[in-house]
């Protein structure tokens, strides 16, 4: 149950808003940050927190491509395939990934690790290729570093080349 | 140095700067907002606003100071302003650096708009996929909280601004006003009917702003330093200030490029970014993001300002310009975007949700060079009960990759047309000889 283990967050999401149910989002998230993804169970708990309906809740949650309503790998790889990245290579990193871990879009490696998005324009058109894996992003992507990223999540969970505040060009600019 | 003058990337550029409310206060930070609340009323600084010819820079390009200026005068009950952080206009990646890199600085501007048009309230609605950007707004407005520049009572004038970050959850239509006003309500981002505007009947039914990131962080600069000073910079009258320009494509740099608007393509493209990054030649680009039209060659003399953009039959729109070189395939180029339009479709109206598939599936057969001679028409034909009879600008919007295609490399089309024809023929041949 949502409202025992998280009593004060939900709290304090509810104060920012005057309306109740501006605060679906924001639950929605903390319902997929605890699972990993948004069950049924979750929608319903929401529902009556919100005074909204389960379908009210669903009709919402189906809205937006970044609730997951199954289950992802533990690292979900979202790679971003419009124009602007496919330009300089993105497709490429699409295929790094069918031939390095044997999965399509849509699919999950079979120990539960890594599961393949391609997505819609994630706003790093200037530092493509990119992907985004869970919360971070990771840009300028060669095959050398997809390579030190893969292992470093294997090992460590995280990995330092993740994109810190974002400036590109990075250095003032010599004229 | 750089050429010209810098105004919202000045900060960042300094070398050690964080983006702390330290660090911000040291570059002169909140002086603006020190500058007029409590002191000047705050229908003088919708005035100065409107004097600086700000046009907002998320695309549409409407000036700031007359949206301000279409909130009812006697309303008594809560009003609000909603930052457009949804940032998701292929090509665009401006207001990320804005967020993560200078945030006080984009706070300082939000303070400024609650205080001319009396929002108490102020919601930064940042795209989802901005983790990193949400974490760092939402320290920033915690140290400002602290310093007593937002919140209740802010620099003990009694007057409140409260600023909460909400972040959306990756539907680009959300980046529309008023899908963004839904979402935000806890909705799908579906586009209202216009009429009435949010300007009336915005957040709750209530008197509501939307401005994108970019015109807000313009806004302590114009309070600093007069809208006099503003109004000169760029090609005025009717396209002030500088504007970020995201470079992106076949460049060799690539990245955000602050220039008085006014300066040429070739100038943004050759000097900032650094020319092609091959010795292959330029073939195409588009000016303003995905929704943009594509432009040629021939238009890299056109200004970057409003009016010299649509003139040259296309919008300057958020400021993303791609680069494409010699040798990219333009029927392919429109497909990439056309999927993202149709991925995209919120679907409220049948035109645009069910022409984006149609559209997409013609343009997939004409690429796997299965495509026929009438698919051409059929485009056109689709495109054209597309524009126009949408809720919102999304229908405008995602005929333009096809369309100016089209128009500036029809044989590219053709071409594919006439290798499935050949193939066609081939295949006919082979299986009539047969016995």
Same mark, same amino acid.
């Given at each position: 149950m949502l409202k025992e283990k998280y009593g004060a967050e939900i709290a304090e999401i509810l104060s920012h808003y005057p309306v109740k149910r501006s605060a679906l989002i924001p639950l929605l998230y903390l319902a997929q940050q605890d699972e990993g993804y948004v069950s049924e169970a979750a929608m319903k708990e929401i529902a009556q927190m919100l005074r909204l309906t389960p379908p009210q809740v669903y009709e919402t949650a189906t809205f937006y491509t970044m609730l997951n309503l199954k289950r992802v790998g533990k690292f979900h790889l979202q790679i971003c395939k419009s124009l602007m990245c496919a330009l300089v290579g993105s497709d490429t990193v699409i295929g790094w990934v069918k031939t390095k871990l044997g999965i399509g879009p849509g699919e999950t490696t079979a120990d539960g690790l890594f599961t393949l998005s391609t997505v819609e324009c994630l706003a790093a058109c200037g530092t493509a290729p990119m992907m985004q894996i869970n919360e971070d992003y990771y840009e300028r992507l060669t095959e050398e570093t997809f390579d030190r990223i893969l292992a470093d999540l294997k090992k460590d969970g995280t990995c330092s080349l993740k994109t810190g505040p974002f400036m590109w060009p990075e250095a003032p600019r010599a004229q | 140095m750089p050429k010209h003058e810098l105004i919202l990337l000045k900060n960042m550029m /300094?070398?050690?700067? $964080?983006?702390?409310l330290q660090d911000y206060e040291r570059a002169g930070g909140y002086q603006a907002l020190r500058k007029v609340v409590g002191k000047v009323p705050p229908a003088d600084v919708t005035t100065t606003v409107m004097k600086s010819g700000l046009r907002g820079r998320g695309g549409a390009g409407f000036p700031t100071g007359v949206k301000w200026g279409?909130? =009812?005068? !006697?309303? /008594?009950g809560p009003r609000y302003l909603c930052c457009?952080? !949804?940032?998701?206009? =292929?090509? $665009?990646?401006?207001d990320r650096q804005l967020i993560e890199r200078d945030p006080h600085q984009l706070l300082e501007g939000i303070l400024l708009a609650c205080y001319a048009i009396g929002a108490e309230s102020a919601y930064i609605y940042i795209r989802g996929e901005f983790v990193l950007g949400a974490r760092i707004l939402e320290s920033a407005i915690a140290e400002a909280r602290a310093a007593g520049y937002a919140g209740e009572n802010i620099l003990g004038t009694g007057i409140t601004a409260n600023v909460w970050v909400h972040r959306g959850a990756g539907a680009y239509i959300c980046g529309e006003e008023t899908a963004l006003l839904e979402s935000l309500e806890g909705k799908r981002g579906l586009p209202r009917v216009k009429p009435p505007f949010p300007a009336t009947h915005g957040l709750y039914n209530k008197p509501t702003v939307v401005n994108n990131v970019e015109t807000l962080a313009n806004l302590p600069h114009i309070i600093s330093r007069g809208p006099e000073w503003f109004s000169a910079?760029?090609?005025?009258?009717?396209s002030t200030g500088t504007r970020i320009f995201c470079v992106s494509g076949h460049v060799k740099r690539p990245g955000n490029y602050e220039v008085p608007m006014g300066v040429t393509f070739r100038e943004l493209i050759y000097e900032e970014a650094g020319g092609m990054r091959s010795d292959k030649p330029l073939k195409a680009f588009i000016p303003g993001g995905a929704s943009a039209p594509f432009l040629t060659p021939d238009h890299l003399d056109v200004k970057l300002d409003f009016e010299s953009v649509a003139a040259a039959g296309s919008m300057l729109g958020s400021g993303g310009v791609t680069v494409m070189e010699e040798g990219t395939d333009m029927v392919w180029a429109a497909l990439r975007l056309m999927e993202f339009f149709y991925h995209e479709?919120?679907?409220?109206c049948s035109p645009c949700r069910e022409g984006s598939s149609w559209l997409v599936q013609t343009m997939r057969r004409i690429v796997a060079k299965r495509g026929r001679m009438e698919d051409l028409e059929t485009l056109v034909d689709l495109c054209k009960n597309i524009a126009g009879r949408t809720v919102c600008a999304f229908g405008d919007a995602e005929i333009s990759p096809i369309m100016s295609t089209l128009k500036h490399w029809r044989p590219e089309y053709v071409l594919l047309i006439h290798e499935a024809e050949a193939a066609n023929l081939i295949h006919l041949k082979r299986t009539m000889a047969q016995p």
């Open positions: - | /300094q070398p050690g700067y $964080t983006g702390s279409f909130l =009812p005068k !006697d309303y /008594q457009n952080a !949804d940032e998701s206009e =292929p090509g $665009t990646f401006k910079i760029g090609s005025p009258p009717k479709s919120c679907g409220k």
